[in-house]
C-alpha cells in the first residue's frame, strides 16, 4: 500500500454529528490545500530556474518532450482529469 502523509481524521467529541464531522474533515481539506499550494509555488520557481538557465545558454522556454513526459505521468496516475492538472501545473509554470 502507498504510504501516505495526510493527518488522520480528527476525533469529534460528537463522532455521530454529521455537521461535525464535515467541519472536521473539511479542516483536513484545507490543510492540504494550504500545502498544495505551497507545493505549486516551490514548483513554479524550481520550473523558472530551469526555464532561465535554458533560456540563457540559447534554448528555449518550452521543453515539449519533457512536457509529455508530465502530462503522461499525471495521466497514468490519475487519469484524464490529472492531465488536465498538469497542463494547468505546465501553464503556472511558464506562464501561458
Ligand atoms: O523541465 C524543464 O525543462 C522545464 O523547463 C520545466 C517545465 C515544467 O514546469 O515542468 C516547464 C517548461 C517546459 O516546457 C517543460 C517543463
Known sequence: MRSSTVTPPTPTTAPDDPEAVIAAERARIDALDARIVALVRDRMEISETIQRVRIESGGRR??????????DHYS???GSAGRDLAM?????CRGH
Open 62 to 71: 518550452v521543453h515539449l518532450a519533457r512536457e509529455m513526459e508530465i502530462l
Open 76 to 78: 497514468s496516475e490519475l
Open 88 to 92: 494547468t501545473l505546465l501553464r503556472l
